[in-house]
């Protein structure tokens, strides 16, 4: 049997906590094989329910999970066989040393005693010694995680945050680490995090979740297509219903945003002419823009 | 895959409180009574009387263990060594590894039995060395009479399966609850509680905690005729098999 395209796919997939408060909704992602994919959205947005729910460690409540084309309820210790992860806060045993550490996991996961070695010389903690672990650094503790997630050399890799609390330099470390395993191994890597900047770095695919529901979802090419598709002008006038009246007139597509219009209209030429045919029909205009068309803006665009 | 579980869940008591504790509990009270006849230039061949020398000894020793002590260490080592995962925020790393949470559940209680049987070498040992010493500096020969290795095992059998019931509920406790503070409260109000009653209603036999105090101070012919090791087991089984549905019936895992 093939192995499928998507290695991570969700139905639908929707979680309550309590009886109301709707976290995730309706979510479907999919994650193709040997991708990295950026799942992007503010604090809260529903990011890690999301990825708690994909490890099983929130029970499902409604819709469905594949990881490797199987249903995870019903191959749950068969799949953690090829995933790693490292969810929120790193997760380690602060009395332990590095290497005990990552023994534990080396004895459940039954890899080569060797592996251990490497994998902490591959996030730089060889040199720790016996020190335990709840005397290291954030960003070493931050490393241990990782370690222990590459330890088995998962097919998939599941990190929500990896860089949180580390400093710049160890951001770029992470996410080299990140791409060379990608690369090197055609990992597939699911990333959350809310800096944009950070993922437009790293992924090949973006999944963008808001107030649990998701925005958007593809590939980083149909992300510049997206924006592509956003290029225009902002414009701002004293006027509202004029304004709509005169670019209905004139063909021009347009929507608003907090009284700001979004107009198709991205040749200056044409701008100034607009803006003349604003003016003699005594529309007042005190704002015109050309819409910033990066990351940034589709994102707060999505999330809005 | 079970016996990889409980390996790593031993490995997870390495340099942990919970080994000292063990260490400290189980030696404790032999090394004061080994100290008090080195300083009294005491052997046990001072015990004289109906009962074996070696018997009358370990029973002395035990009871200052069995009534308080015992319950009290394993109610904090059960706390210590089950609430790790809630300690390191580790759950979720548990919880993603290709184990069962049966393996999980079992490996976990396997290990918590572990360190209870390794108390139990601890507070052995010392007690024999504490016996012997004397005799081999005062006397200059160990102990004359006999090893009653029949009694010997079976007292300590009884008085490990009177421990089952603290074991099993103390287990359920600290794995349901991620504050400590609940498990060691309700196991000491238990543990007070029991010894309250325990002479003083006819009935406290009932009460999950009291077994140890119990059998060091009731009347031998009395926990004969209410089963008392049934009672033991079946509170042991009730309790595992509790613990082990809330476990494994969980929403959040981590």
Redesign the interface.
């Given at each position: 049997m093939s192995a499928p395209e998507n290695c991570i796919v969700t139905e639908n997939l929707t979680h309550r906590f309590g009886s109301n408060e709707l976290v995730v909704q309706d979510v479907n992602l999919v994650i193709p094989r040997a991708s990295i994919y950026g799942f992007l959205g503010p604090n809260g947005a529903g990011k890690t329910t999301t990825l708690r729910l994909i490890l099983g460690l929130l029970q499902k409540q409604q819709g469905k999970i594949y990881i490797k084309g199987m249903p995870l309820h019903k191959h749950r210790t068969l799949l953690m066989r090829s995933i790693g992860n490292l969810i929120e806060s790193p997760s380690i045993y602060a009395h332990l040393s590095a290497t005990e550490n990552v023994r534990i996991q080396q004895i459940l996961f039954g890899t080569n005693r060797k592996r251990i070695q490497q994998v902490l010389q591959l996030v730089g903690l060889e040199k720790t010694g016996s020190k335990p672990a709840g005397k290291f650094s954030l960003g070493m503790k931050q490393r241990l995680g990782i370690a222990i997630a590459l330890l088995h050399s998962p097919e998939i890799l599941i990190l929500d945050e990896p860089t949180n609390g580390l400093d710049p330099n160890g951001m770029i470390e992470i996410r080299e680490l990140l791409l060379r395993l990608h690369k090197e191994n055609g990992m597939t890597i699911l990333v959350s995090s809310h800096l944009l900047a950070e993922i437009e770095k790293l992924a090949t695919h973006v999944g963008v979740i808001h107030n649990g529901i998701l925005r958007f979802q593809g590939s980083t090419t149909e992300l510049a297509d997206l924006q592509r598709h956003q290029k225009g002008t902002l414009i701002a006038t004293d006027n509202i219903t004029l304004s709509k009246q005169i670019f209905d007139e004139q063909g021009i597509s347009y929507h608003i945003a907090e009284n700001v219009f979004h107009v198709s209209v991205e040749n200056i030429q044409r701008v100034v002419e607009l803006n003349r045919t604003l003016n003699e029909r005594g529309v007042g205009v005190f704002k015109i823009e050309a819409q910033k068309h990066d990351i940034e803006t589709i994102f707060m665009e999505l999330i809005k | 895959m079970i016996l990889?579980?409980i390996?790593?869940e031993w490995?997870?008591t390495?340099?942990?409180i919970a080994t000292w504790l063990c260490l400290i509990g189980g030696t404790f009270i032999p090394l004061i009574f080994l100290i008090g006849m080195l300083k009294d230039h005491r052997t046990i061949d001072m015990y004289q009387g109906e009962l074996n020398a070696w018997t009358y000894y370990f029973f002395q020793v035990w009871q200052y263990m069995q009534v308080f002590l015992l319950p009290m260490g394993l109610i904090l080592a059960t706390s210590l060594i089950t609430q790790?995962e809630y300690?390191?925020?580790?759950w979720?790393?548990v919880?993603?590894?290709?184990?069962?949470y049966t393996a999980i559940f079992v490996a976990k209680f396997i290990v918590l039995l572990g360190m209870t049987g390794l108390f139990f070498l601890y507070f052995n040992a010392t007690w024999y060395l504490s016996a012997a010493i004397p005799s081999l500096i005062f006397a200059g020969h160990f102990p004359p009479v006999d090893f009653p290795w029949n009694q010997f095992l079976t007292s300590n059998g009884k008085i490990l399966l009177t421990c089952l019931p603290v074991l099993a509920l103390q287990f359920l406790l600290s794995l349901h609850f991620k504050n400590f503070l609940v498990s060691i409260g309700i196991g000491l109000l238990l543990v007070v509680g029991s010894l309250i009653l325990t002479g003083q209603w006819e009935y406290a036999y009932t009460i999950p905690y009291s077994y140890p105090a119990l059998t060091m101070m009731g009347d031998a012919a009395q926990l004969e005729k209410i089963h008392i090791y049934a009672w033991c087991l079946g509170y042991f089984i009730v309790f595992l098999t509790f613990g082990y549905v809330l476990y494994v019936t969980r929403?959040?895992?981590?």
């Amino acid at each position: 049997m093939s192995a499928p395209e998507n290695c991570i796919v969700t139905e639908n997939l929707t979680h309550r906590f309590g009886s109301n408060e709707l976290v995730v909704q309706d979510v479907n992602l999919v994650i193709p094989r040997a991708s990295i994919y950026g799942f992007l959205g503010p604090n809260g947005a529903g990011k890690t329910t999301t990825l708690r729910l994909i490890l099983g460690l929130l029970q499902k409540q409604q819709g469905k999970i594949y990881i490797k084309g199987m249903p995870l309820h019903k191959h749950r210790t068969l799949l953690m066989r090829s995933i790693g992860n490292l969810i929120e806060s790193p997760s380690i045993y602060a009395h332990l040393s590095a290497t005990e550490n990552v023994r534990i996991q080396q004895i459940l996961f039954g890899t080569n005693r060797k592996r251990i070695q490497q994998v902490l010389q591959l996030v730089g903690l060889e040199k720790t010694g016996s020190k335990p672990a709840g005397k290291f650094s954030l960003g070493m503790k931050q490393r241990l995680g990782i370690a222990i997630a590459l330890l088995h050399s998962p097919e998939i890799l599941i990190l929500d945050e990896p860089t949180n609390g580390l400093d710049p330099n160890g951001m770029i470390e992470i996410r080299e680490l990140l791409l060379r395993l990608h690369k090197e191994n055609g990992m597939t890597i699911l990333v959350s995090s809310h800096l944009l900047a950070e993922i437009e770095k790293l992924a090949t695919h973006v999944g963008v979740i808001h107030n649990g529901i998701l925005r958007f979802q593809g590939s980083t090419t149909e992300l510049a297509d997206l924006q592509r598709h956003q290029k225009g002008t902002l414009i701002a006038t004293d006027n509202i219903t004029l304004s709509k009246q005169i670019f209905d007139e004139q063909g021009i597509s347009y929507h608003i945003a907090e009284n700001v219009f979004h107009v198709s209209v991205e040749n200056i030429q044409r701008v100034v002419e607009l803006n003349r045919t604003l003016n003699e029909r005594g529309v007042g205009v005190f704002k015109i823009e050309a819409q910033k068309h990066d990351i940034e803006t589709i994102f707060m665009e999505l999330i809005k | 895959m079970i016996l990889q579980s409980i390996k790593s869940e031993w490995l997870k008591t390495k340099h942990s409180i919970a080994t000292w504790l063990c260490l400290i509990g189980g030696t404790f009270i032999p090394l004061i009574f080994l100290i008090g006849m080195l300083k009294d230039h005491r052997t046990i061949d001072m015990y004289q009387g109906e009962l074996n020398a070696w018997t009358y000894y370990f029973f002395q020793v035990w009871q200052y263990m069995q009534v308080f002590l015992l319950p009290m260490g394993l109610i904090l080592a059960t706390s210590l060594i089950t609430q790790v995962e809630y300690r390191n925020n580790t759950w979720k790393t548990v919880h993603t590894t290709p184990q069962s949470y049966t393996a999980i559940f079992v490996a976990k209680f396997i290990v918590l039995l572990g360190m209870t049987g390794l108390f139990f070498l601890y507070f052995n040992a010392t007690w024999y060395l504490s016996a012997a010493i004397p005799s081999l500096i005062f006397a200059g020969h160990f102990p004359p009479v006999d090893f009653p290795w029949n009694q010997f095992l079976t007292s300590n059998g009884k008085i490990l399966l009177t421990c089952l019931p603290v074991l099993a509920l103390q287990f359920l406790l600290s794995l349901h609850f991620k504050n400590f503070l609940v498990s060691i409260g309700i196991g000491l109000l238990l543990v007070v509680g029991s010894l309250i009653l325990t002479g003083q209603w006819e009935y406290a036999y009932t009460i999950p905690y009291s077994y140890p105090a119990l059998t060091m101070m009731g009347d031998a012919a009395q926990l004969e005729k209410i089963h008392i090791y049934a009672w033991c087991l079946g509170y042991f089984i009730v309790f595992l098999t509790f613990g082990y549905v809330l476990y494994v019936t969980r929403k959040a895992k981590g």
